[in-house]
């Protein structure tokens, strides 16, 4: 049977540690989810406790990344924001690919009025970014983490949506589903059993790149106060504190600007090397 996924994973763990962009996303991608799982059991300090007496210190043994304007270590605040931004990214990504992948599944399988009803309600979500979808639940419900996952989440659908969609239309014409279909499988067997298979490269890939996006839109409802609440910390929140101290204590920007920065860098190394290493083309050229 024709199988448009088997070439590029076969043989994949010798190939990517060849990949540049693969190594070094994913040693900076698990150094950040490292760092934001050993923060549920350790930090430095207490990222809640207010030590007024040592506000605005530079970085130092005691404080490696300094403190801020409240006495809060900063490399503890960055390791709980790498937690919180994770979380965030993380289910708003599964959000999506658990309704937008078979709502466009489902829309390439029935074709016709049903189709092009899914797509345009998803040029309809498109219309409303992660950050205007947060203002509007906000409105409703309040600001607060889960508000900016259900914003991002829905975001995200539409992608996801489109992706498999695309993807599947094209799979509906290989002769191995049209030989599935001729054995008397059903379109929901179908799916299942081979167009979502041969998908997982892209949705993987796309994943990766939504992954990375979550961090960005995360950070920034955090920054205009519509993500995750004091006393826990988010790195755009930090950033949003620190924009009235960089004349006094840079540090407060420099440290969760450049980890958003390095985390996004690492996702998108990553995502660029998984799509290297699992687009069939590319695989059969090399």
């Known amino acids: 049977m024709d199988d448009i996924l088997s070439p590029p994973v076969q043989g994949f763990w010798s ?4 990949n540049r962009n693969f190594v070094i996303g994913f040693a900076i991608s698990a150094l950040v989810i490292v760092m934001a799982a050993i923060s549920f059991v350790w930090t430095p300090y207490d990222v ?15 404080y490696w990344f300094g403190t801020d304007h409240f006495g809060r270590d900063i490399f ?6 790498a937690r919180n931004s994770i979380a965030v990214a993380l289910v708003a990504v599964v959000i999506g690919l658990g309704i937008g992948v078979p709502l466009g599944c489902w829309a ?13 309600g998803n040029d309809v979500i498109f219309a409303f970014p992660a950050l ?11 600001p607060g983490a889960i508000n900016a996952i259900i914003a991002i989440g829905i975001f995200n659908i539409p992608v996801f949506a489109r992706l498999a969609r695309g993807a599947a239309l094209a799979l509906w014409l290989r002769d191995f589903i049209m ?3 001729a054995s008397g499988k059903g379109a929901a067997r179908i799916t299942a059993e081979h167009i979502v298979p041969n998908m997982a490269n892209l949705l993987i890939v796309q994943g990766t790149i939504a992954f990375a996006l979550g961090i960005i839109q995360e950070a920034g409802l955090a920054y ?5 609440q004091p006393p826990m910390p988010s790195w755009g929140k930090m950033l949003n504190e620190a924009q009235t101290m ?27 090397g998984l799509r290297d290493l699992l687009d069939p083309r590319l695989a059969r050229e090399r």
Request: proline letters at 4%.
């Open 132 to 142: 205007v979808s947060a203002v509007i639940i906000t409105a409703i419900f309040g």
């Open 179 to 181: 030989a599935a279909r």
């Open 76 to 81: 503890s605040m960055v390791m709980v924001g």
């Open 48 to 62: 809640t406790k207010l030590v007024i007496t040592e506000r605005l210190k530079a970085p130092s043994a005691a």
């Open 246 to 272: 960089m004349s006094i204590a840079p540090h407060m920007a420099i440290v969760p600007g450049l980890a958003i920065v390095i985390t996004v860098l690492g996702l998108n190394l990553l995502g660029d």
């Open 15 to 18: 190939r990517a540690f060849r």
């Open 224 to 228: 205009v106060g519509l993500g995750t």
């Open 108 to 120: 390439a399988a029935k074709r016709g009025f049903l189709d092009e009803a899914l797509m345009r």
